[in-house]
């Protein structure tokens, strides 16, 4: 006999998991119980945003589903910002959350909040668990969900009564993921008509990539003579070295790459859903008949065609059809010398107000950090200038939402740090973007998870005064803020913590944050009137 507590850790140990991240609450005491003396690690973080979010860069950095507890009420209505970053980043992410007694259901009981309904729009599934002897057929189902298809969150309710019952059931087994392979045939098709095509361009992203498929990538772009374009938040599939790559396909898109995709005579989509951000407001193609003969690769069937309709559409994983395009042995051989150079034009800084330059900060950083080095932002102008800059050479060290929510750096870079304690992981953030989860640096003290964050501080919501200035010019509302001495809020905690008031200082001060062996946080004073890497205003 087991509490439902102990079950319910016992299964999240058969299914492969090694880390939660929670919240501690009431509704749960009996799960808290169980992983007393399990084999998983359990961090405690400051804020249920905060550890949704660790759960979520957790599973986007390694593939397998990241875990959260919270407590019911506004504990999971905290949740919901990781909830929504995980579906809109095909991440998957399984959050369990403390629900009332069953006997004090539908009595609008003391935080009591129908699941179902609060989290249907953000979850592929969401469930509650009626009976003790039922939580291993649950979690097997979350975790085959989580992963199937296109990835995603799932939600499990359990009441506190169901969680603290005795009973005796069966362990699941571990769940088995869906194989998803690539017609040959279909395969062979797609890559006959990338070496017809006289200007092909492939866009990649999404979920369900690994190590193996982005070596693959650069393969066949060598094969095909392919250009590349990652989407939003997804640079670090590719070597951004590679002779191939173009740049990213998003939010700030070059010029004249977008000139260049709109004049391709073929576009190949692999992974990617071509969402709002990667087509540049739906302005990219014409809906729902793209002028480009458009080839669409995705893991989901419901995704295809949602949008645009494509030539060709292939429900396949990403991985598989990298292995079967590189087999059909095809080549085409093409110049593409004068792309690249429009890319390498592109990262030529241009010079914005202010002491402290982003464009000179972001190339330090390019040149300083190892190859393998993770970099994490959330969302805020200070991004545009990482992603013009800044050049991702490994796979996976890359952590942003594509969601654009603010406050993701912090919580994904302690994430990171976990599960990778020997890399080297530098957070960049906004003053407004950090302050929506910057409690979380004690989480970093508490674990040693030794993060370097970076906060560009300007004192206004840069984003948002930049659009302002754009459609109500001179008339500001709204966006100024007054904040903390981030440098000696990084102290309190006993953290290492400095400010930068000009460019020079920075790489010195970089230097003794990376010696200091502790959780960091470098402040930037930047110019408010640099609201942009390309016009500074």
């Known amino acids: 006999m087991r509490h439902g507590g102990k079950v319910l850790i016992d299964q999240l140990s058969i299914q492969g998991v090694r880390r939660i991240f929670c919240i501690p609450g009431e509704s749960y005491l009996a799960a808290l119980d169980g992983l007393l003396e399990s084999d998983i690690e359990t961090i405690v973080g400051r804020h249920e945003g905060g550890v949704s979010m660790m759960a979520e860069a957790y599973g986007k950095l390694t593939g397998k589903p990241g875990v959260a507890f919270v407590t019911r009420g506004p504990g999971a209505t905290n949740a919901c910002s990781g ?5 809109q980043d095909s991440t998957p992410l399984i959050l369990i959350v403390g629900q009332v007694a069953s006997d004090q259901r539908d009595r609008e009981a003391f935080q009591e909040i129908e699941y179902r309904k609060m989290f249907e729009p953000l979850a592929k599934w969401v469930a509650e668990i009626d009976r003790a002897d039922r939580i291993p057929e649950y979690i097997a189902r979350a975790f085959s969900v989580a992963c199937s298809g296109r990835p995603g969150p799932v939600v499990l309710a359990i009441p506190e009564d169901i969680l603290s019952a005795d009973c005796d059931v069966l362990d699941a087994k571990p769940f088995v993921e869906v194989n998803q392979s690539a017609d040959a045939n279909n395969v ?38 392919l ?47 071509l969402g709002e951000n990667t087509t540049g407001g739906y302005s990219l193609l014409n809906i729902p008949n793209p002028d480009i003969p458009l080839i669409h ?152 998870a030794n993060i370097i964050i970076i906060i560009s501080n300007n ?75 390309q016009t500074g205003n």
């Open 459 to 533: 004192g206004v919501y840069g984003t948002i005064r930049m659009h302002q200035e754009r459609f109500y010019p001179g008339r500001i509302s709204g966006t100024n803020m007054i904040n903390p001495n981030f440098a000696s809020l990084a102290k309190s905690y006993g953290g290492f913590g400095q400010t930068v008031e000009k460019t020079d200082d920075f790489l010195p001060t970089f230097q003794r944050a990376r010696l200091s062996g502790k959780p960091a946080i470098i402040e930037l004073k930047t110019d408010p009137l640099a609201l942009s890497p």
């Open 83 to 87: 909830i929504h970053v995980a579906f």
């Open 227 to 273: 250009p590349i374009g990652t989407s939003f938040r997804c640079q670090d599939f590719i070597d951004n070295r590679h002779p191939n790559y173009m740049g990213d396909v998003g939010l700030g898109i070059n010029p004249q790459l977008k000139e260049y995709i709109q004049s391709a005579d073929l576009l190949l989509c692999l992974g990617a859903r």
């Open 297 to 448: 690769v995705h893991p989901d069937p419901d995704e295809l065609g949602r949008v645009y309709t494509p030539s060709i559409s292939l429900a396949c994983n990403s991985s598989d059809f990298l292995e079967g395009a590189l087999a059909s042995g095809l080549k085409k051989r093409s110049d593409l010398t004068n792309i690249k150079n429009d890319y390498y034009a592109w990262r030529e800084p241009f010079e914005t107000p202010g002491l402290v330059k982003m464009e000179k900060i972001i190339l330090q950083l390019n040149d300083v950090l190892a190859e393998d080095a993770i970099v994490t932002n959330g969302a805020g102008n200070y991004a545009a200038w990482l992603h013009r800059y800044f050049q991702y050479k490994s796979f996976k060290t890359q952590l942003a939402p594509t969601s654009g929510s603010m406050g993701y750096g912090i919580p994904a870079a302690i994430s990171a740090k976990l599960e990778y304690p020997n890399t080297e992981v530098v957070c960049l953030a906004g003053d407004g973007c950090a302050q929506m989860s910057i409690q979380e640096f004690g989480t970093a003290m508490q674990y040693k």
């Open 188 to 225: 062979t098709e797609i890559v006959e008509r990338i070496v017809e095509a006289k200007r092909p361009f492939c866009i990649v992203g999404g979920s369900k990539w690994s190590k193996q498929a982005s070596a693959n990538l650069e393969k066949l772009s060598e094969q095909l003579s």
